[in-house]
Nanobody, 121 residues
Framework: EEHLVESGGGLVQAGGSLRLSCAAS????????MGWFRRAPGKERERVAC????????YYADSVKDRFTISSDNAKNTLSLQMNGLKPEDTAVYYC??????????????WGQGTLVTVSS
């Protein structure tokens, strides 16, 4: 069975940093685009960052660009999100996902259970 498990969430002060990790099992990590998504209270899920399986290109939401960095280690089947300069508006449940493309949803997708990030002011 295909699984993704996130870790690294927690409570931090504004301006602090966290590093989220996602471990994959049951499928070949390198065959998918891997992304981080988040859902804040009362808001729709949004794409935070993604790394393409085809060329390794990365994509970021404007709200996190220059603060967050996505990276992958295909040999270990792990995905990371380094989050610096955290703001209260970054508070959300963060999910990692494997999908066909970074650019659009669709096709076979695998989602983790989420990890909560809370940024206090």
């Amino acid at each position: 069975e295909e699984h993704l498990v996130e870790s690294g969430g927690g409570l931090v002060q504004a301006g602090g940093s966290l590093r989220l990790s996602c471990a994959a099992s049951g499928f070949t990590f390198a065959n998918y685009a891997m992304g981080w998504f988040r859902r804040a209270p009362g808001k729709e899920r949004e794409r935070v960052a993604c790394i393409s399986s085809s060329n390794g290109a990365t994509y970021y939401a404007d709200s996190v660009k220059d603060r967050f960095t996505i990276s992958s280690d295909n040999a270990k089947n792990t995905l990371s999100l380094q989050m610096n300069g955290l703001k209260p508006e970054d508070t959300a449940v963060y999910y990692c996902a494997a999908r066909a493309f970074c650019s659009a949803p669709g096709g076979h997708e695998v989602w983790g259970q989420g990890t909560l990030v809370t940024v206090s002011s």
